[in-house]
C-alpha cells in the first residue's frame, strides 16, 4: 500500500467516524486538508466524498480561509509544473 493510500484510508475512516454525529469540529475539519485538498484538486467532489467537512466549511469562515488558501497553493504548483514544463521556467511562489 502505497503512503498516499494509505492516507485516504485514514482519511475515509475519519470521514465515517466524523459522520456518525454528522457535526465536526474545526481541528477535525483542518486535518483532513492535506489529503482532501489532493482529492479535490484531482477531480473529487467535496460534497460527496466528505458532507461533514463541506457543511462545516460553509458555516467557518476560519477553516474555509484555509481550506481555499491550500486549494490556491496546490492549484498553483500544479499549473506551475505545467508551466515550468511549458515555458521552461520555475514556477511562480
Ligand atoms: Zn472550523
Known amino acids: 500500500m502505497s503512503f498516499q493510500e ?8 475519519a470521514i465515517f467516524s466524523a459522520h456518525q454525529d ?9 486535518e483532513q486538508f492535506d489529503c482532501l485538498v ?3 484538486n484531482s477531480g473529487a ?3 460527496e466524498i466528505l458532507p461533514a467537512v463541506e457543511e462545516h466549511l460553509r458555516c467557518c469562515p476560519d477553516c474555509n ?5 491550500l ?8 499549473s506551475g509544473l505545467l508551466a515550468a514544463d ?5 514556477p511562480a511562489e
Open 6 to 13: 494509505e492516507r485516504v484510508n485514514r482519511l475515509l475512516t
Open 22 to 30: 454528522e457535526c465536526i469540529d474545526c481541528e477535525t475539519c483542518c
Open 38 to 40: 489532493e482529492l479535490v
Open 45 to 47: 467532489n467535496l460534497r
Open 65 to 69: 480561509e484555509e481550506f481555499q488558501a
Open 71 to 78: 486549494m490556491s497553493i496546490i492549484r498553483a504548483e500544479t
Open 86 to 90: 511549458y515555458e521552461n521556467r520555475p
